[in-house]
């Protein structure tokens, strides 16, 4: 029985879980410098569990997102998003909305007054 790919899934879940609880232990350190925070958790994870840089990266985004979003009912439909288009939906409503990848851009990661996360490396 091959057993690698549950416990490759639980050891990333293990790790996102230890990002979560680093940057919510650590979030009121950072409240101006939301990348700072990101790049420490990312640092954290890489240096003090030894988690491969690019991976701990990944799974810092992804608890960062998870922690900033905790009470948004909204969510991504990956299943139909596309690579131009984020379709988020509202289950409470029931309501879908399209979302232009290049609006999401311009809005929040190309416009330096509303960015809070760059790049990391």
């Known amino acids: 029985m091959n057993t690698a790919k549950p416990q490759h899934q639980d050891y990333r879940a293990a790790m996102q879980a230890a990002a979560f609880a680093y940057l919510e232990r650590h979030q009121a350190e950072h409240?101006?410098?939301e990348q700072s925070l990101f790049s420490r958790a990312v640092q954290h994870l890489h240096l003090a569990l030894d988690v491969p840089?690019?991976?701990a990266e990944n799974l810092v985004a992804k608890a960062y997102?998870?922690?900033?979003s905790a009470d948004c009912r909204m969510h991504?439909?990956?299943s139909t998003s596309t690579g131009h288009t984020a379709v988020i939906t509202d289950p409470a409503s029931g309501l879908t909305f399209a979302v232009p990848v290049a609006l999401i851009v311009r809005h929040l990661i190309a416009n330096p007054a509303r960015r809070t996360l760059?790049?990391?490396g």
């Open 65 to 68: 997102g998870e922690l900033r």
């Open 53 to 55: 840089k690019s991976l």
């Open 76 to 78: 991504l439909d990956i």
């Open 31 to 33: 409240l101006a410098d």
């Open 118 to 120: 760059r790049q990391v």
